[in-house]
């Protein structure tokens, strides 16, 4: 169905793809992993259209084609569920459902009446009781997500792509996802299925192809293959090399800082979590199980409703950011671009950011040790980049990242809280990352690590918290951690 | 009909539920007005009211569209002026012109909306910079053809402003009136009309949706500036003549009933029978201050705090961290 | 570009080509050098134009816009617009002329306007940092307010005349160079500072680039933006001033088109809209591009109304530019 010669893509100061070569046939589930940055969503818009390879050739349908944009590709039946959601907020479902084939009269008018009606049965189809006139935007994320899937399958499509699906959605919509798509193989369709959950690829696909660093690196038949293999081509080593031994390891100490039954409106619903000086606490769980919003809310960023933090045995009051920092609590956020770093700034101004009142209050401000401090945090995260005025949108992600970290690190004198940390950072980055994490535990500092990754979690943690649906559902001492048993408690069903 | 969940009539559904905001301020407004003066809900007034909302309910109809896109068209009062002028300059008070012209005028004012359209289009540069750079150009033009009123029409062609049904139901007003319904019919029941509403709630995921939203977005331009040429022709039947600064005040007054009337500027929530709504409001609010003898001076006061109002009372969504 | 080896060490980046130096160079400078073409070629087609008294004109011309740049400069860069600033600029010059005319108490004058821009600015900024009103229309509809009261206020048709200090600050001049222009030189000093060495101007900065960052850094970012905006309202307040006292006479429409024009001498000097990015001397030099463009117009003995329509052509082209080198 799908045939990749050779294709090759790069941005500006990034080489995303390099000669990748792939064939997907009809009737097939065929994995893509790869660790995140290793080309996987470049390669899926590369297929559906959004991007133009830069040399490669694409065959479909035993055709060699150039996709004038995604529209065409999908007027081919080339369908994509991104990671991110292609959904339009203040449109009804049915409406979300059916944009771009308009269910229509004989007058060309939309007839809301079908439109309604095969939105309906398509949903009912599928098990998914969705109202098809509510707004997408009322909708839960993982509702979203059923309408993202239910979007693919209006039309004649050929070749399903998912991107991550399951990351927002559990147990029982997940059972349905798959049998869904294996009714799909069954019809002929090939889907190229993206998951950073081998479980699931062992258990739905029939082939899967490892992407590092950009490079196309095996592809194997799924039973000639085995977890710890593809573990091993996705990293390329061994994990006990990436994630570097803890050397000065000692008992942790006392507990620093402590959120006491903190709810977020919708999102948490009464979560505790106890963070002790010089340990590295994992917080895992799904995309959506609340981890991000106890963080910011722990760091005064969004409002608790109810709950509070305990730092050093008192409860802090009037709780924000600029709190947070005053009582040495840093937050490296999830989304580098969208929230840690001002991306039109350069190196220095994004580290001295949360400490500007150190540089001089009022008037002055003191640009020359602003340098010198910038100049000394490069040197000891080793970031790579010309100078202190180097703007960090030049920069690579890790690089980036590393700066978000430096800026963190300097004032995190208590807890320093970081959110998938290594998200579309390379390896070297990434070790550099782990390594500023046991620097800071050995000084003392209270570390939280958020992550999806559960070879990370479990790498790098001394001791890990799992969040269900807003919930702590389970607490992992250093020699209980294994992938099996985090998971257990991530999917763990909620009584009551 | 199976069993449904209660809700709102789908005409207020959506986020429309902001008419009842105007309305509740039109209601209030006409209750102020009759106990004021006995002259003022009457008949005769309120069809006075209908007729004077028809120049800003023309040129407010293609600006709701724009603001639908998440976008903004600033050069409609250059293009009003200067189509205005086109219109009596080229007539020159004979008969036989008007149609020509009028139709050759309305033709332009969709070209000239076009080609804001394809600027925006193919430079990527925001609506409010590119639109603010065409109407100086066209305000530029209209000067050169003329520093003063440009021609004159025919006696009948007031008869588009100042003409009655039977009954005295002003014939402009009721022309824009049907464009609106005309128009909201498009918005909701035709493919491009809700995806005019797509391209505006998210540009992102429509490009990824392959929607044509540069071809769409050229045609509202377009439809903008067809609706400041019927504007132009219309206050030429108002005044008999087109000058160099008719429509200098429909630019910013075009978007007073359009975000009074719920449109968000941020694109993609709104309707068009807002701004209707919107524009009665402005013309009621008008009237209503006439008969309470405010000084013309204090409408423009009473004008900026209805928007304040207004906006405050619809915030528009912040993008936030969770 | 940088890179990193495999096993994290830094690598240093390799020194840009000198092809790539005077790319980068004219790129950041491309705003200058238009400038100075315009200057050049104004020169050689207008025998006129760079004389003496041109130049003293042109710069007479260029004050009251450059300190509204100013103002609007600190507004955008906060993702934010200035609708208000020409009725800003209106009302404070009819209140110049409200404490008696020539025999007027000068320092009084001068609070008023100054308490006049500042509460402008303050309901803006509240507008929109409290109520998250879009600032085009939080700005248009004090516009429309203000315009209203001016109106009532004069009964349409202010007279009157300024005080002499304001005739002497807008249009007298100091061992020939103006008053005004050593004003503008002290209020974009003081810009300048306030934006590019305090940590008022990095906060700035932090905001308009990303509100996000600026809350999770502890900045309190209503209040940077709230600032901004009294800025702009005062700063377009002094601007009426000194325009008024430029023309002599006080009338409704002091400062008509600046509200517009300070908003395309910003973008054109590189100030984007989108925030966060911009700065005084690329503000001001999109205006001294406006007024030498206009000048030009009626030095080579073109049509006034070509005026216009070079300056909307202009700042479509700036803003293309920009975007082009943004991608």
């Known amino acids: 169905m799908l045939s990749l010669q050779g294709i090759s893509k790069g941005f500006p100061g990034v080489k995303a793809l390099t000669d990748v070569s792939l064939d997907v046939a009809a009737g097939e589930i065929h994995a893509l992993v790869g660790e995140n940055g290793a080309g996987k969503s470049t390669l899926t818009r590369v297929i559906a259209g959004v991007f133009q390879p830069d040399a490669g050739t694409v065959r479909f349908d035993g055709r060699e084609t150039v996709w004038k944009g995604p529209g065409d590709a999908k007027r081919h039946g080339v369908h994509v569920i991104y990671q991110e959601f292609v959904l339009f907020p203040h449109l009804s479902v049915a409406e979300n459902i059916f944009v771009g084939h308009e269910r229509r009269n004989r007058l060309g008018l939309i007839d809301h009446g079908r439109t309604r009606r095969d939105a309906k049965e398509l949903l009912a189809r599928f098990g998914i009781d969705i109202d098809p006139e509510a707004l997408v935007r009322d909708l839960s994320v993982a509702d979203q997500q059923m309408v993202e899937i239910a979007k693919a399958l209006v039309h004649d499509v050929k070749?399903?792509?998912?991107?991550?699906?399951?990351?927002?959605?559990?147990?029982?919509?997940?059972?349905?996802?798959?049998?869904?798509?294996?009714?799909?193989?069954?019809?002929?369709?090939?889907?190229?299925?993206?998951?950073?959950?081998?479980?699931?690829?062992?258990?739905?696909?029939?082939?899967?192809?490892?992407?590092?660093?950009?490079?196309?690196?095996?592809?194997?038949?799924?039973?000639?293959?085995?977890?710890?293999?593809?573990?091993?081509?996705?990293?390329?080593?061994?994990?006990?090399?990436?994630?570097?031994?803890?050397?000065?390891?000692?008992?942790?100490?006392?507990?620093?800082?402590?959120?006491?039954?903190?709810?977020?409106?919708?999102?948490?619903?009464?979560?505790?979590?106890?963070?002790?000086?010089?340990?590295?606490?994992?917080?895992?769980?799904?995309?959506?199980?609340?981890?991000?919003?106890?963080?910011?809310?722990?760091?005064?960023?969004?409002?608790?409703?109810?709950?509070?933090?305990?730092?050093?045995?008192?409860?802090?009051?009037?709780?924000?950011?600029?709190?947070?920092?005053?009582?040495?609590?840093?937050?490296?956020?999830?989304?580098?671009?969208g929230q840690g770093l001002a991306m039109l700034l350069d190196v220095a101004a994004n580290v001295s950011a949360s400490t500007l009142n150190e540089f001089g209050r009022g008037w002055r401000f003191d640009r020359a040790r602003e340098k010198r401090v910038a100049e000394q945090e490069i040197a000891s995260y080793r970031i790579a980049c010309r100078g202190p005025s180097t703007p960090v949108s030049v920069m690579s992600g890790g690089n980036q990242q590393k700066v978000l970290v430096a800026r963190w690190a300097r004032t995190s004198t208590r807890l320093l809280i970081l959110d998938e940390p290594t998200r579309g950072v390379d390896v070297g980055a990434k070790t550099e990352i782990y390594r500023i994490m046991h620097e800071l535990?050995?000084?003392?500092?209270?570390?939280?690590?958020?992550?999806?990754?559960?070879?990370?979690?479990?790498?790098?943690?001394?001791?890990?918290?799992?969040?269900?649906?807003?919930v702590v559902t389970g607490e992992l001492s250093k020699s209980e951690i294994s992938e099996e048993a985090v998971v257990e408690l991530a999917t763990r069903r909620l009584a009551g | 009909m199976q069993t449904?969940?209660?809700?709102?009539?789908?005409?207020?559904?959506?986020?429309?539920?902001?008419?009842?905001?105007?309305?509740?301020?039109?209601?209030?407004?006409?209750?102020?007005?009759?106990?004021?003066?006995?002259?003022?809900?009457?008949?005769?007034?309120?069809?006075?009211?209908?007729?004077?909302?028809?120049?800003?309910?023309?040129?407010?109809?293609?600006?709701?569209?724009?603001?639908?896109?998440?976008g903004i068209d600033l050069s409609v009062g250059s293009v009003i002026s200067l189509l205005s002028m086109l219109t009596s300059g080229l007539i020159a008070g004979d008969e036989a012109m008007v149609i020509p012209v009028v139709a050759g005028v309305l033709v332009l004012g969709a070209l000239i909306g076009a080609a804001n359209g394809v600027t925006i289009v193919a430079t990527g540069v925001h609506p409010l910079i590119v639109t603010l750079g065409t109407g100086a150009i066209v305000q530029g033009v209209a000067l050169l053809y003329g520093l003063g009123p440009v021609g004159s029409v025919p006696i009948s062609f007031d008869a588009f402003a100042y003409g009655t049904f039977p009954g005295g139901i002003s014939i402009g007003a009721t022309v824009a009136l049907a464009l609106f319904l005309l128009v909201s019919f498009f918005l909701?029941?035709?493919?491009?009309?809700?995806?005019?509403?797509?391209?505006?709630?998210?540009?992102?995921?429509?490009?990824?949706?392959?929607?044509?939203?540069?071809?769409?977005?050229?045609?509202?331009?377009?439809?903008?500036?067809?609706?400041a040429a019927l504007t132009a022709v219309y206050l030429v039947s108002r005044f008999n003549v087109g000058q160099p600064y008719t429509g200098a005040n429909y630019t910013l007054a075009s978007i007073t009933p359009v975000v009074v009337g719920g449109t968000m500027l941020a694109g993609g929530r709104g309707g068009v029978i807002g701004t209707l709504l919107g524009v009665y409001l402005v013309s009621l609010l008008n009237n209503t201050l006439n008969f309470l003898d405010i000084s013309s001076h204090y409408q423009l006061v009473v004008q900026g705090l209805v928007i304040i109002l207004a906006v405050s009372v619809y915030v528009e969504k912040q993008r936030g961290l969770a | 570009m940088t890179g990193t080896s495999p096993i994290g060490m830094a690598v240093p980046a390799p020194r840009p080509g000198s092809a790539d130096r005077i790319r980068a160079f004219a790129s950041r400078y491309a705003i200058l050098l238009f400038l100075a073409a315009v200057?050049?070629?104004?020169?050689?087609?207008?025998?006129?134009?760079?004389?003496?008294?041109?130049?003293?004109?042109?710069?007479?011309?260029?004050?009251?816009?450059?300190?509204?740049?100013?103002?609007?400069?600190?507004?955008?860069?906060?993702?934010?617009?200035?609708?208000?600033?020409?009725?800003?600029?209106?009302?404070?010059?009819?209140?110049?002329?409200?404490?008696?005319?020539v025999n007027a108490d000068?320092?009084?004058?001068?609070?008023?306007?100054?308490?006049?821009?500042?509460?402008?600015?303050?309901?803006?900024?509240?507008?929109?940092?409290?109520?998250?009103?879009?600032?085009?229309?939080?700005?248009?509809?004090?516009?429309?307010?203000?315009?209203?009261?001016?109106?009532?206020?004069?009964?349409?048709?202010?007279?009157?005349?300024?005080?002499?200090?304001?005739?002497?600050?807008?249009?007298?001049?100091?061992?020939?160079?103006?008053?005004?222009?050593?004003?503008?030189?002290?209020?974009?000093?003081?810009?300048?500072?306030?934006?590019?060495?305090?940590?008022?101007?990095?906060?700035?900065?932090?905001?308009?680039?990303?509100?996000?960052?600026?809350?999770?850094?502890g900045i309190r970012a209503a209040r940077v933006t709230l600032a901004a905006y009294v800025v702009s309202g005062v700063l377009a307040a002094i601007a009426g001033l000194v325009l008024a006292g430029f023309v002599g006479v006080v009338d409704n429409f002091v400062g008509r088109g600046f509200e517009l024009d300070s908003i395309v001498a910003a973008v054109v000097g590189g100030v984007a809209l989108s925030g966060g990015k911009g700065t005084i001397a690329g503000a001001l030099t999109g205006a001294a591009i406006l007024v030498a463009i206009s000048n030009l117009v009626v030095m080579l003995g073109l049509p006034v109304q070509a005026q216009i329509?070079?300056?909307?052509?202009?700042?479509?082209?700036?803003?293309?530019?920009?975007?082009?080198?943004?991608r």
């Open chain 1, 159 to 337: 070749l399903l792509i998912l991107d991550e699906p399951t990351a927002v959605i559990s147990g029982r919509e997940v059972d349905v996802l798959f049998d869904r798509l294996r009714r799909l193989k069954q019809q002929g369709v090939a889907i190229v299925y993206i998951s950073h959950r081998l479980e699931e690829i062992f258990a739905l696909c029939d082939r899967v192809s490892v992407l590092k660093d950009g490079n196309h690196v095996a592809t194997r038949t799924i039973d000639e293959v085995t977890r710890d293999q593809l573990i091993a081509l996705m990293v390329g080593r061994n994990l006990a090399e990436l994630f570097p031994v803890r050397r000065s390891a000692k008992a942790p100490g006392p507990v620093v800082v402590a959120a006491r039954n903190v709810e977020v409106s919708g999102r948490v619903r009464g979560a505790s979590i106890e963070l002790r000086a010089g340990e590295i606490t994992g917080l895992a769980g799904m995309v959506g199980a609340g981890r991000s919003e106890l963080a910011l809310a722990m760091f005064g960023a969004i409002p608790m409703r109810s709950g509070s933090l305990v730092v050093d045995g008192r409860e802090v009051s009037g709780l924000s950011p600029r709190r947070a920092i005053d009582l040495g609590i840093g937050l490296v956020t999830e989304d580098r671009k």
């Open chain 1, 441 to 470: 535990a050995d000084r003392g500092v209270a570390v939280l690590m958020i992550s999806s990754e559960l070879p990370e979690i479990v790498g790098m943690s001394e001791r890990v918290v799992v969040m269900r649906e807003g």
């Open chain 2, 4 to 70: 449904r969940t209660l809700r709102l009539p789908r005409f207020l559904a959506g986020g429309r539920a902001a008419l009842l905001v105007v309305v509740a301020l039109l209601i209030l407004l006409f209750v102020l007005g009759a106990s004021v003066s006995d002259r003022f809900a009457t008949t005769g007034n309120m069809l006075n009211v209908y007729e004077q909302s028809a120049g800003l309910a023309l040129v407010s109809l293609g600006q709701t569209l724009t603001i639908l896109t998440g």
């Open chain 2, 188 to 227: 909701n029941n035709t493919r491009t009309g809700r995806r005019i509403y797509a391209i505006g709630d998210d540009p992102h995921a429509a490009d990824l949706m392959g929607l044509p939203r540069r071809r769409i977005l050229v045609g509202v331009y377009a439809a903008s500036g067809f609706f």
């Open chain 3, 39 to 101: 200057v050049v070629a104004g020169g050689l087609a207008a025998p006129g134009f760079l004389s003496g008294s041109n130049l003293t004109n042109m710069l007479m011309q260029f004050v009251p816009l450059g300190i509204v740049v100013i103002g609007q400069t600190f507004v955008i860069l906060v993702r934010g617009l200035d609708l208000s600033v020409a009725s800003v600029m209106a009302t404070a010059a009819v209140a110049a002329t409200a404490f008696g005319g």
């Open chain 3, 106 to 217: 000068a320092p009084a004058v001068f609070a008023t306007a100054i308490g006049i821009g500042a509460a402008v600015g303050l309901v803006n900024g509240l507008l929109v940092t409290k109520r998250n009103v879009s600032p085009f229309l939080a700005t248009l509809a004090t516009m429309i307010v203000l315009q209203g009261i001016r109106f009532a206020w004069t009964q349409g048709a202010p007279s009157g005349n300024v005080p002499p200090i304001f005739r002497t600050i807008g249009a007298g001049t100091f061992n020939g160079i103006p008053y005004n222009v050593l004003f503008l030189l002290v209020v974009a000093a003081a810009g300048a500072a306030a934006l590019h060495l305090s940590g008022f101007g990095r906060r700035l900065y932090i905001t308009g680039g990303n509100p996000l960052t600026a809350h999770l850094v």
């Open chain 3, 309 to 326: 329509i070079l300056k909307g052509i202009v700042i479509i082209v700036a803003a293309s530019f920009y975007v082009a080198r943004r």
